[in-house]
Nanobody, 127 residues
Framework: DVQLQASGGGLVQAGGSLTLSCAVS????????IGWFRQAPGKEREGISC????????YIEDSVTGRFTISYDNAKNTVYLQMNSLKPEDTAVYYC????????????????????WGKGTQVTVSS
């Protein structure tokens, strides 16, 4: 049974930091593609940072480059999103999503359909 359990959202002031975590179960690491997607009110969902085990690469969307970092702890089967220098425009519901697929991280972040989603976690950045 594949599952994703996300946590770590909250309210933070602009310039602050948060770390999101997503515990992964039911996937094999060899072909794991996993990432963080977000949806702000009135906007479409966007993939902001993804990791591909099969390709051994990561992707960071331009608007968060230099501020957000994705990492995967294989021992803990957990993907993290470290978010620094947060801005009010980062306010959104953040979701982790994953699939057992061989794909580059950037392509995974651009997919409109992903098989497995975790529950969203709200991130609110106040100005």
């Amino acid at each position: 049974d594949v599952q994703l359990q996300a946590s770590g959202g909250g309210l933070v002031q602009a310039g602050g930091s948060l770390t999101l975590s997503c515990a992964v179960s039911g996937f094999t690491f060899d072909d794991l593609a996993i990432g963080w997607f977000r949806q702000a009110p009135g906007k479409e969902r966007e993939g902001i940072s993804c990791f591909s085990s099969s390709e051994g690469n990561t992707y960071i969307e331009d608007s968060v480059t230099g501020r957000f970092t994705i990492s995967y702890d294989n021992a803990k089967n957990t993907v993290y999103l470290q978010m620094n220098s947060l801005k009010p425009e980062d306010t959104a519901v953040y979701y982790c999503a994953a699939e057992g697929v061989i794909i580059r991280a950037a392509a995974f972040c651009r997919r409109s359909f992903v098989e497995v989603w975790g529950k969203g976690t709200q991130v609110t950045v106040s100005s």
